[in-house]
């Protein structure tokens, strides 16, 4: 039996976020709670740096290229919000975990919760890593990516009144894994020899290619409708041709050749937490604060999420870059994959909010001029009990310049998140779970 031709559709896709027991190794295989829902497949791929080298002859092509190491992998998450809120009716209790709770703890780096469940996310010095799983398939093809050593670089969120709120999340691995839909040659005990895929025509399988220790596979009878011989079950010894199972966990049984061995993960737990969406969006800008006051009062006490602060605008953007290094890149640690060490340089925090201009909002021309730290805000309101609210007390808005949206006066307002009289950095940007 031949492997099969059937194209992988990326779509089917299913991705899941593991901690890391060491950094930059892979855990255990995920689990069905792991799973975590996207809005694009992320393409999780690592490439290398290369040397061109040449030697002086009587050749005309003397070109000849070696690879120096691999680069770090990136690739980005974006997602819709989940907040939980505060129970099944939205007015019954303590606010619960957002579902993005894992990957905004692991951006942010601090979370504190509050009395009542409020979850407030801020940044912190550290740099803990986990792994990204993802898996693509149809029928008995299987394609999956395993990315060690994952670390969020940047966090960004765009609202315009358009659809959900969606969150994006770059990240960075410095060792990735590949695994796919192999064909078994002979079974003898739990020891393994693969006949395929090759790397080319009359070549001698090598099983690294598509599959790794700690991997979790099925097996399928080929003749027998590809029913499930053997169903999720971890491999080591991957070796030049083949693998064995973990000693005690399966034994070979009716194996037989011409047999699949695919990557196998679990079925994922979804939420079922809605999406919020940005209906009831609402942006405010008050005078610079100490930050306690203005970025964690009691929860819906006024501050800088009062009316009277309130904007109107048709757009706000807020991106935050850890400003993450590696200057691991060129140790030589004996391997060509870099290690997971990284450190957090200088964040920058900057954003924009396009507003139309009335009476009260000329003053900006001058006023940013003269007193360009403001405090602001962002309120993402359900309407439910579940409420997002993204702040700090100090931001330097540059001047803006008038432009024209559909006969009307327009002004664009760019702005850095700064260090002012505050000492805390978890009161100099956050963003808040109500």
């Given at each position: 039996m031949a492997l099969p031709e059937t194209l992988v559709r990326q779509r089917s896709a299913t991705v899941y976020l593991k901690d890391e027991t060491t950094s930059g190794t892979?855990?255990?295989?995920?689990?069905?709670?792991?799973?975590?829902?996207?809005?694009?497949?992320?393409?999780?791929?690592?490439?290398?740096?290369?040397?061109?080298?040449?030697?002086?002859?009587?050749?005309?092509?003397?070109?000849k290229k070696v690879l120096n190491y691999m680069d770090y992998a990136t690739f980005d998450l974006e997602f819709y919000s989940k907040p939980q809120g505060d129970?099944?009716?939205?007015?019954?209790?303590?606010?619960?975990?957002?579902?993005?709770?894992?990957?905004?703890?692991?951006?942010?780096?601090?979370?504190?919760?509050?009395?009542?469940?409020?979850r407030t996310y801020y940044l912190k010095n550290t740099t803990p890593t986990f792994s990204t799983w993802s898996q693509q398939f149809t029928d008995q093809s299987v394609q999956l990516?395993?990315?060690?050593?994952?670390?969020?670089?940047?966090?960004?969120?765009?609202?315009?009144?358009?659809?959900?709120?969606?969150?994006?999340?770059?990240?960075?691995?410095?060792?990735?894994?590949?695994?796919?839909?192999?064909?078994?040659?002979?079974?003898?005990?739990?020891?393994?020899?693969?006949?395929?895929?090759?790397?080319?025509?009359?070549?001698?399988?090598?099983?690294?290619?598509?599959?790794?220790?700690?991997?979790?596979?099925d097996v399928l009878d080929t003749n027998a409708s590809y029913a499930v011989l053997h169903d999720s079950v971890e491999i080591e010894n991957v070796a030049?041709?083949?693998?064995?199972?973990?000693?005690?966990?399966?034994?070979?049984?009716?194996?037989?050749?011409?047999?699949?061995?695919?990557?196998?993960?679990?079925?994922?737990?979804?939420?079922?937490?809605?999406?919020?969406?940005?209906?009831?969006?609402?942006?405010?800008?008050?005078?610079?604060g100490n930050g306690d006051t203005l970025v964690n009062p009691p929860v819906d006490s006024g501050d800088i999420f009062h009316a009277d602060n309130k904007l109107n605008v048709t757009a706000v953007s807020v991106d935050v870059d850890r400003s993450l290094t590696t200057p691991g890149l060129n140790?030589?640690?004996?391997?060509?994959?870099?290690?997971?060490?990284?450190?957090?340089?200088?964040?920058?925090?900057?954003?924009?909010?396009?507003?139309?201009?009335?009476?009260?909002?000329?003053?900006?021309l001058n006023g940013l001029r003269d007193a360009p730290i403001r405090a602001f805000g962002i309120e993402i309101d359900s309407g439910n009990g579940r409420k997002i609210q993204i702040a700090s007390p100090a931001a330097h808005f540059e001047v803006p310049t008038p432009g024209e949206a559909d006969g009307a006066t327009q002004v664009d307002l760019s702005f850095t998140v700064v260090k002012d009289t505050d000492c805390d950095d978890a009161d100099k940007f956050i963003v808040r779970y109500v």
């Amino acid at each position: 039996m031949a492997l099969p031709e059937t194209l992988v559709r990326q779509r089917s896709a299913t991705v899941y976020l593991k901690d890391e027991t060491t950094s930059g190794t892979l855990s255990a295989a995920p689990a069905a709670g792991d799973a975590f829902a996207l809005t694009t497949v992320p393409v999780i791929a690592q490439a290398g740096n290369y040397t061109d080298t040449s030697e002086i002859g009587s050749e005309m092509i003397t070109t000849k290229k070696v690879l120096n190491y691999m680069d770090y992998a990136t690739f980005d998450l974006e997602f819709y919000s989940k907040p939980q809120g505060d129970g099944a009716d939205g007015h019954s209790g303590n606010v619960e975990a957002p579902v993005e709770d894992f990957i905004m703890t692991k951006f942010f780096g601090g979370a504190s919760v509050g009395p009542t469940g409020v979850r407030t996310y801020y940044l912190k010095n550290t740099t803990p890593t986990f792994s990204t799983w993802s898996q693509q398939f149809t029928d008995q093809s299987v394609q999956l990516y395993a990315g060690a050593g994952c670390i969020p670089t940047s966090w960004g969120v765009s609202l315009a009144k358009d659809g959900p709120v969606t969150f994006s999340i770059g990240l960075q691995s410095n060792h990735v894994h590949y695994a796919g839909t192999a064909e078994i040659a002979s079974a003898a005990s739990q020891a393994f020899v693969l006949s395929g895929p090759t790397r080319y025509d009359g070549a001698a399988m090598v099983a690294s290619d598509v599959m790794f220790n700690g991997l979790t596979v099925d097996v399928l009878d080929t003749n027998a409708s590809y029913a499930v011989l053997h169903d999720s079950v971890e491999i080591e010894n991957v070796a030049t041709t083949g693998f064995d199972f973990v000693s005690g966990t399966a034994a070979s049984g009716s194996i037989a050749a011409g047999d699949l061995v695919i990557p196998s993960l679990p079925a994922p737990s979804c939420s079922a937490a809605p999406t919020i969406d940005q209906r009831n969006v609402a942006v405010f800008m008050t005078n610079k604060g100490n930050g306690d006051t203005l970025v964690n009062p009691p929860v819906d006490s006024g501050d800088i999420f009062h009316a009277d602060n309130k904007l109107n605008v048709t757009a706000v953007s807020v991106d935050v870059d850890r400003s993450l290094t590696t200057p691991g890149l060129n140790e030589m640690s004996g391997s060509e994959f870099p290690t997971a060490a990284y450190v957090i340089n200088e964040p920058t925090i900057s954003g924009s909010m396009t507003m139309l201009m009335r009476p009260k909002d000329f003053q900006m021309l001058n006023g940013l001029r003269d007193a360009p730290i403001r405090a602001f805000g962002i309120e993402i309101d359900s309407g439910n009990g579940r409420k997002i609210q993204i702040a700090s007390p100090a931001a330097h808005f540059e001047v803006p310049t008038p432009g024209e949206a559909d006969g009307a006066t327009q002004v664009d307002l760019s702005f850095t998140v700064v260090k002012d009289t505050d000492c805390d950095d978890a009161d100099k940007f956050i963003v808040r779970y109500v």
